[in-house]
């Protein structure tokens, strides 16, 4: 006589045996197990496809304009400099020629020398003039955000129309200086006409449009300095002289370096104030490299040698920009 299992002799799993045989399992269940496993691995593998594109996928526009706009030019360039080459028609291989004629040449210095004289006498005011102001609007004054924004509008404005306004400003005949300076009983000044004050206008046209630029940087790194620095100097009986000797400039000096270099690189580059503004004259006393350049390429027609002149600047830009990458990484590494 056949005996049913009981309730507790059931098996663990809660399934009932037939003839003492447990069921197996079905191939169903292994099979749709099977299935999702393969479609969970198919997402899987398209998901880091797609991970590993999608990067590619933004860079790459921007790798297209730089290759077409900016390595493309730098390399062509660099073999333009090694040849004999006009504004139209071919080129012959001369090797470094161009290279030593440059070195030799009395105006390529002049050049290098007023490119000096540009620049030595726009960062440091810029930046100097640009932290004054920061200071002065680091304080809570009436309309402080409206004063900001004024000084910071030459920065926006294009440098054609600065030069266009300075033009205006400080011509011989109808100038508004010129016009003060008589007024007050002093003899009218050769502003862009005199090779010894050409410069100067040119300079005080830069350095109007730059000072925003050194203002908003200098006020960004103040209002992150701690306040209770100052407090606590200001308890100890510091006056406002010691604790900007003692904390602020020290705090300040990271970005006091990027500025310069990045002013210096500004000032390396500046061609459109001084092309409007003098055209390189009078004579040669306003001609700096960038200008150089142009006027060796498009009015002279020798294209190899201002490319030659070109390498040798994209060489000290590219000295300064790791220069700046390496202050900015050192100021990283102090914040």
Not at 277 to 303: D, E, H, K, W
């Amino acid at each position: 006589m056949t005996s049913v299992p009981t309730r507790s002799e059931a098996p663990a799993d809660g399934r009932i045996s037939v003839g003492g045989r447990r069921p197996s399992r079905g191939r169903g269940a292994g099979a749709v197990g099977g299935t999702g496993g393969a479609g969970r691995s198919g997402r899987s593998g398209r998901s880091r496809r797609e991970s590993r594109v999608a990067p590619w996928a933004f860079v790459t526009p921007s790798l297209v304009l730089f290759s077409v706009f900016a390595f493309a030019p730098i390399l062509a360039s660099v073999v333009l400099s090694f040849e004999n080459v006009q504004v139209f028609g071919g080129g012959t291989f001369v090797g470094l020629q161009n290279y030593q004629t440059m070195l030799t040449t009395p105006l390529f210095w002049e050049a290098v020398k007023n490119t000096l004289i540009f620049t030595v006498g726009t960062v440091p005011t810029s930046a100097a003039l640009g932290l004054l102001l920061a200071i002065m609007l680091n304080r809570k004054l009436p309309g402080r955000g409206i004063i900001r924004s004024l000084y910071f509008l030459p920065m926006v404005v294009s440098g054609v129309a600065v030069s266009l306004v300075f033009i205006w400003m400080f011509d011989s005949n109808d100038g508004v200086v010129d016009a003060f300076l008589q007024a007050i009983g002093l003899p009218r000044i050769g502003w862009l006409t005199s090779p010894d004050w050409a410069m100067v206008t040119v300079i005080l046209a830069v350095v109007w449009g730059r000072i925003g630029f050194c203002m908003v940087t200098y006020l960004a790194a103040l209002q992150g300095i701690n306040p209770s620095l100052l407090e606590a100097a200001q308890i100890d009986g510091a006056g406002s002289w010691r604790r900007f000797t003692g904390i602020t400039w020290p705090l300040l000096n990271p970005t006091t370096y990027m500025l310069i270099v990045l002013n210096v690189v500004f000032s390396l580059q500046a061609f459109d104030v001084i092309y409007v503004m003098t055209g390189g004259g009078p004579g040669f006393s306003t001609t700096v490299l960038i200008q150089y350049i142009f006027r060796s390429a498009f009015t002279n027609g020798q294209m190899g040698y201002a490319s030659a002149i070109g390498v040798f600047l994209v060489v000290v830009l590219l000295l300064l920009t790791l220069l700046r990458n390496r202050i900015a990484k050192r100021t990283e590494e102090e914040s």
